[in-house]
């Protein structure tokens, strides 16, 4: 059976921006998310630098409180959680290896710091738990006495992922894990993130501009636009056929995938525009090459089961890909 281990409804997030020189104004970086995940499943989320991914992962994290709306782990309201109840439940891994890492501390101090805080064990066994932990992430033992700077960026997000994975926390937050490395790195990364999460049958969202990435790893795919969910569903599905005109426009910028770490042009006539001014309507109207009047009125409900589409001209695969339009 199928058990929700994460779940947000209708969470918003709004920011104050401006001040000193220009006029106050709200940015509201999430709109209404509503979204759950599946113990031992994987969510990729994906969308535009700006689209406001980590905003919902610093919420997730408890980083962040949503300025309405809720969030439950396991059921109970994120906020209830003591911090280190917190960060036995879920772990992050961020963007940036060189950053993350406290260059003063040797690799095994950096690794072993969760079990030290909680004061579990002694330090001979921390020691033992750190050494089995960096061979678990492909670590050469020799390096587990090194600092952070003798590290290559590979090796470093090795070392953030031993630390998130050490004291066995069932989700896994991973906010673009591979973008700041080489992208011969990028698939080791990868292949380390999906072995671990099939062995310790962890929960994971994976979050990354590139859908790429996200299609070797995730179950199910979240793809955000300016705040939104725009579709959500199993992620073979999504990348076989793309309901929302969006999807399609960030799927043709992947393929053939580049190597390059950033977007491609999507080819999309209007920019990205700005979470303090959105457009009325559907937000993506200005750039979608269906929009009718019907879309710069009403803003589109969800649709579909799965997937879940946002969008009043979704593309048409035929009644499989659309059961409720079928129905009705
Ligand atoms: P993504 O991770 O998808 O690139 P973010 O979640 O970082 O997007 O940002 C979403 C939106 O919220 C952006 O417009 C960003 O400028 C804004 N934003 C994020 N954090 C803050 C903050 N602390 N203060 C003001 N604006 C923010
Ligand atoms: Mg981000």
Redesign the pocket.
């Known amino acids: 059976m199928s058990e929700t281990v994460l779940s947000m409804r209708g969470v918003t997030r709004d920011?104050a921006?401006g001040g000193a020189f220009r006029k106050k104004a709200t940015?509201r970086?999430l709109r209404g998310i509503d979204l759950t995940v599946d113990r031992g499943r994987t969510l990729g989320l994906v969308?535009e630098?700006?689209?406001?991914?980590?905003?919902?992962a610093r919420i997730l994290l408890g980083i962040e409180d949503p300025t309405a709306g809720t969030v439950l782990v396991s059921g109970r309201p994120i906020q209830e959680y003591e911090r280190l109840a917190r960060a036995r439940l879920i772990q992050p891994v961020f963007q940036d290896p060189y950053s993350s890492l406290n260059p003063r501390m040797s690799v095994e101090a950096i690794i072993g710091a969760p079990l030290k805080v909680r004061g579990e064990g002694t330090a001979a066994s921390r020691r033992a738990r750190v050494h089995e932990m960096a061979g678990e992430v492909g670590l050469p033992r020799h390096l587990v006495e090194a600092y952070p700077s003798q590290l290559s960026g590979g090796q470093r997000q090795r070392v953030a992922i031993a630390r998130a994975l050490i004291g066995e926390p069932e989700i896994l937050i991973c906010d673009e894990p591979t973008s700041a490395l080489d992208v011969s790195v990028q698939s080791q990364i990868l292949n380390l993130l999906h072995r671990l999460k099939q062995e310790l049958n962890l929960t994971m969202i994976l979050i990354s501009h590139n859908l790429a990435v996200v299609h070797h790893l995730a179950d199910e795919v979240a793809v955000m636009y300016l705040g939104q969910i725009v579709e959500r569903g199993d992620a073979d599905a999504i990348f076989e056929r793309p309901c929302h005109p969006y999807s399609d426009a960030l799927l043709k910028a992947v393929l053939p995938p580049r190597a390059g770490a950033r977007l491609p042009e999507l080819g999309l006539e209007a920019e990205f525009p700005s979470?303090v001014n959105p457009p009325s309507g559907c937000a993506f109207h200005p750039r979608c090459p269906k929009a009718d009047a019907l879309c710069t009125e009403v803003d589109p409900n969800p649709a579909g089961i799965d997937p879940v589409f946002r969008c009043h001209h979704p593309n048409n695969f035929g009644a499989a890909a659309h059961p409720t339009r079928a129905a009705g």
């Open positions: 920011y921006v940015l970086a969308g630098s700006g689209c406001g991914k980590s905003t919902l979470p």
